[in-house]
């Protein structure tokens, strides 16, 4: 079982690195965007902004409330666009490649086949936070040069690494997706579906009385 969740990472190998390079660099270039804000632009109240705050709450008052309001919020779905892309592709699509059947043939149970991909699912999510935490910390020493901010060095880290059970999350519906749907398309529709509805429903429904319950 270990060799086998030893081959699932070796698979992941080449986009862990792509994504976690990829996630890495947004969140260092956003970041730096931070200084060059125009002065009118840090100081505007998103809060009667229905538009922004369908996407999230917005403040740009401070390096951290920027990081907060953009980096951060958006790298979460960065990162849950890859969840359900890899693990969507992990059941599904390898039965329409061809490759499950080979699979199942190991001296294996499958409840170690999927466990095994499972736990390299989840190594590899936490792998691209990783390099995502990194960008962040390297953001942080170059602002931190430029402007005063309250913002230690390794700030960014633990902020970025909580986003792991979300992640998490997001894979296993999308594995179990994998495993019930005939189609890779459908599995990852659905995947994106449950996404996109859960971010726009946190968003969207506090903004009326009556649903801010659900």
């Given at each position: 079982m270990l060799s086998y969740f030893r081959y699932e990472l070796r698979t992941r190998r080449g986009s862990m690195i792509g994504w976690g390079l990829g996630v890495g660099f947004y969140v260092l270039m956003y970041s730096l965007f931070y200084p060059s804000l125009p002065t009118e632009f840090m100081d505007m109240d998103f809060s009667e902004n229905q538009l922004y705050q369908s996407l999230g709450n917005f403040e740009m008052g401070t390096f951290e409330a920027y990081i907060?309001?953009?980096?951060?919020?958006?790298?979460?779905?960065?990162?849950?666009?890859?969840?359900?892309?890899?693990?969507?592709?992990?059941?599904?699509?390898?039965?329409?490649?061809?490759?499950?059947?080979?699979?199942?043939?190991?001296?294996?149970?499958?409840?170690?086949?999927?466990?095994?991909?499972?736990?390299?699912?989840?190594?590899?999510?936490?792998?691209?936070?990783?390099?995502?935490?990194?960008?962040?910390?390297?953001?942080?020493?170059?602002?931190?040069?430029?402007?005063?901010?309250?913002?230690?060095t390794f700030g960014m880290v633990l902020p970025i690494l909580s986003a792991w059970p979300i992640v998490f999350i997001i894979m296993m519906i999308c594995l179990f997706f994998s495993a019930l749907m005939p189609q890779r398309r459908f599995a990852a529709g659905a995947g994106a579906l449950i996404v996109a509805g859960s971010y726009l429903g946190n968003n969207l429904l506090p903004m009326v009385e009556s649903m801010q319950g659900v």
């Open positions: 907060a309001s953009t980096v951060l919020m958006f790298m979460v779905i960065i990162i849950a666009i890859y969840a359900v892309s890899d693990s969507t592709g992990t059941l599904v699509g390898e039965e329409e490649n061809g490759t499950l059947e080979l699979m199942v043939t190991l001296p294996l149970h499958r409840w170690q086949i999927v466990v095994s991909k499972a736990a390299a699912l989840a190594v590899s999510g936490l792998v691209i936070l990783i390099a995502a935490s990194l960008g962040g910390v390297i953001a942080t020493i170059a602002v931190n040069a430029q402007i005063e901010t309250s913002l230690p």
